[in-house]
């Protein structure tokens, strides 16, 4: 059973971003301020859910939130300050749109740099056992498959309608071929599918 906060004293935002793994687009991030006694009975990881599932959850977190703010960083930024980098900035660009103020963060993982002068609490696998971090990965992955839906349409080639950017084997496939368009990230390695051993 997921919690509702790490901490009760202060006002508390849950972080998380989607599209670490991806060769191209962006990596988005969101930031979720809920109400202290939040609970839900499906909201969880957003890699545990079905998409239908996902889209519904989205609605009901912006319903229900106290505040939400979803950021991204470019294949460009991430191709300069690196993927891990850019995902605690798209972090950062999230919680400074919060029209709340959070006095305390929990963040997704096993790091992150910090925030101004905001406490925060890094925690592993943190969207299977918070709702706000939880909530934070329901709007970061939502907001990115559209994203990725609408860019599909411009190089339908490379699956993105279906892989959203993560390196399948057609992805892959394709890059080889044909090569990078400009939203890829340049400075992720490609590897061929033919030449991976299951």
């Known amino acids: 059973m997921l919690l509702a906060r790490y901490q009760y004293e202060l006002i508390e935002a849950g972080c998380d971003e ?10 988005f991030a969101a ?20 998409e239908d599932v996902r889209y519904k959850l989205r609605k009901e977190i912006q319903k229900k939130a106290l505040a939400y703010a979803v950021a991204s960083c470019d294949n460009h930024e991430i191709d300069k300050i690196n993927i891990l ?25 096993n790091r992150f740099n910090k925030y101004g002068e905001t406490p925060h609490q890094c925690i592993v696998e943190g969207d299977g056992k918070y709702f706000s971090i939880a909530a934070a990965s329901i709007l ?19 699956d993105w309608h279906s892989n959203k ?23 992720f390695q490609v590897t ?6 299951f």
């Open 31 to 50: 930031a979720v301020i809920l109400p202290p006694k939040f609970k839900h009975k499906l909201l969880n990881d957003s890699k545990q859910l079905p």
């Open 85 to 109: 980098n850019a995902s605690f900035l798209a972090m950062h660009r999230a919680l400074d749109m919060l029209h709340i103020k959070p006095e305390f963060l929990i963040i997704d993982g």
């Open 165 to 187: 950017g993560y390196p399948t084997i057609k992805h892959r496939k394709t890059v080889m071929e044909i090569g990078f368009t400009p939203y890829h990230r340049r400075t």
């Open 18 to 27: 989607a599209g670490r793994g991806c060769l191209a687009g962006p990596v």
């Open 140 to 158: 970061a992955k939502t907001y990115r498959d559209d994203y990725m839906k609408r860019i599909a349409t411009e190089h339908p080639e490379y």
């Open 192 to 197: 061929d599918p033919q030449l991976t051993i």
